[in-house]
């Protein structure tokens, strides 16, 4: 059994232990994957885990459905990241024409088809899919194709995801939307990764109308309590009814294991804490629900 985990905070880190079935430094990151006991097959990328067999489905449903269960109608989708294929599976289930999906690390795809294949269950082959190796940010200054939505499943604000939280990055996703579009990104821990979130919330109110963050649980995620934000000019996420929710997830036949509407009405009442940081780095930003 080899340990690994990573360092939270001064004086806290995670530990665990499991077989190393893979390890890989690529031109990008280190890229590991182990066999848990409990939580499965697991995803590291220099250090950090970015997902695991068994909690997978808490994150990649809350990064995707809120979103786009907001649209009455899901065309094109653009995704940055998400190498591992699991918010692209949810993003399918939404019934798009076409999924445009840029990842800067081919590897990361080719080790998780082969090592935790039920994560994608296929989505890479699906025909609607169109696979762009390459960096996000640079893929989207260049974009000039309008999308429904754009959906970013990057890392951490450290290495290569680092240009996801800034301000150009989000001006160009802003230009790629059509009017109503709307995006979503993960956006770290409120508790451990406060840089990572405020320059998310910051960043993304200098292009955006509306921009709602929205908390959840990950269990092997640092601190478990993790965030998400949208940005839209459009209508709120926050605004879409769980009547509405409902009947969308039953006429796009989405089965889920977390997200249902209740949920979705709840994601977005946000902490005391959590509206003082907003309201700290945005001064006008007023969060909804
Ligand atoms: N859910 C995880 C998290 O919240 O930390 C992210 C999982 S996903 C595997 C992250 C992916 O983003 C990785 O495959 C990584 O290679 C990719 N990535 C990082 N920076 C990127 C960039 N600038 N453009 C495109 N993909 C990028």
Redesign the pocket.
Same mark, same amino acid.
């Given at each position: 059994m080899t340990e690994f985990g990573e360092r939270i905070a001064e004086g806290l880190r995670t530990a665990y232990e499991g077989e190393l079935l893979h390890s890989e430094h690529t031109p990008? $990151?280190k890229l590991e994957v182990f066999e848990h006991p409990h939580f499965g097959r697991v995803?590291v990328?220099d250090g950090?885990? $970015?997902?695991t067999q068994s909690d997978e489905f808490c994150?990649?449903e809350m990064?995707v459905h809120p979103a786009l269960v907001s649209l009455e109608r899901v065309g094109r989708v653009l995704i940055? +990241? !998400? +190498? =591992?294929g #699991?918010?692209l599976r949810r993003v399918l289930e939404h019934g798009p024409s076409e999924v445009v999906m @840029?990842?800067? =690390?081919e590897r &990361?795809?080719e080790v @998780?088809r082969e090592h935790l294949p039920d994560i994608s269950a296929g989505a890479h082959d699906d025909p609607r899919v169109q696979l762009v190796i !390459?960096?996000?940010?640079?893929?989207v200054a260049q974009s000039d194709n309008a999308f429904d939505a754009i959906v970013i499943? #990057?890392? =951490?604000a450290i290495?290569?995801?680092?240009?996801?939280f800034s301000e150009a990055f989000y001006a160009s996703c802003h230009r790629t939307l059509r009017p109503e579009g709307v995006l979503v990104t $993960?956006s #770290?821990s409120p508790m451990f990764q406060l840089d990572e979130f405020r320059m998310a919330f910051g960043n993304m109110n200098r292009s955006f109308e509306t921009v709602e963050p929205f908390l959840s649980f &990950?269990p092997t995620?640092p601190g478990v309590l993790?965030s998400y934000m949208t940005a839209t000019d459009g209508k709120p996420v926050s605004f879409t009814s769980p009547l509405v929710v409902r009947l969308r997830l039953e006429e796009r036949k989405i089965a889920t294991r977390f997200y249902n509407p209740d949920l979705h009405a709840g994601v977005f009442a946000l902490p005391e804490f959590v509206r003082e940081i907003c309201a700290a780095t945005v001064p006008t930003s007023v969060p909804h629900g």
């Amino acid at each position: 059994m080899t340990e690994f985990g990573e360092r939270i905070a001064e004086g806290l880190r995670t530990a665990y232990e499991g077989e190393l079935l893979h390890s890989e430094h690529t031109p990008f $990151q280190k890229l590991e994957v182990f066999e848990h006991p409990h939580f499965g097959r697991v995803l590291v990328l220099d250090g950090l885990i $970015q997902t695991t067999q068994s909690d997978e489905f808490c994150y990649h449903e809350m990064l995707v459905h809120p979103a786009l269960v907001s649209l009455e109608r899901v065309g094109r989708v653009l995704i940055i +990241g !998400g +190498g =591992d294929g #699991g918010t692209l599976r949810r993003v399918l289930e939404h019934g798009p024409s076409e999924v445009v999906m @840029c990842e800067i =690390d081919e590897r &990361v795809i080719e080790v @998780c088809r082969e090592h935790l294949p039920d994560i994608s269950a296929g989505a890479h082959d699906d025909p609607r899919v169109q696979l762009v190796i !390459g960096d996000g940010a640079e893929f989207v200054a260049q974009s000039d194709n309008a999308f429904d939505a754009i959906v970013i499943d #990057g890392s =951490d604000a450290i290495g290569p995801a680092a240009v996801l939280f800034s301000e150009a990055f989000y001006a160009s996703c802003h230009r790629t939307l059509r009017p109503e579009g709307v995006l979503v990104t $993960q956006s #770290g821990s409120p508790m451990f990764q406060l840089d990572e979130f405020r320059m998310a919330f910051g960043n993304m109110n200098r292009s955006f109308e509306t921009v709602e963050p929205f908390l959840s649980f &990950v269990p092997t995620y640092p601190g478990v309590l993790w965030s998400y934000m949208t940005a839209t000019d459009g209508k709120p996420v926050s605004f879409t009814s769980p009547l509405v929710v409902r009947l969308r997830l039953e006429e796009r036949k989405i089965a889920t294991r977390f997200y249902n509407p209740d949920l979705h009405a709840g994601v977005f009442a946000l902490p005391e804490f959590v509206r003082e940081i907003c309201a700290a780095t945005v001064p006008t930003s007023v969060p909804h629900g």
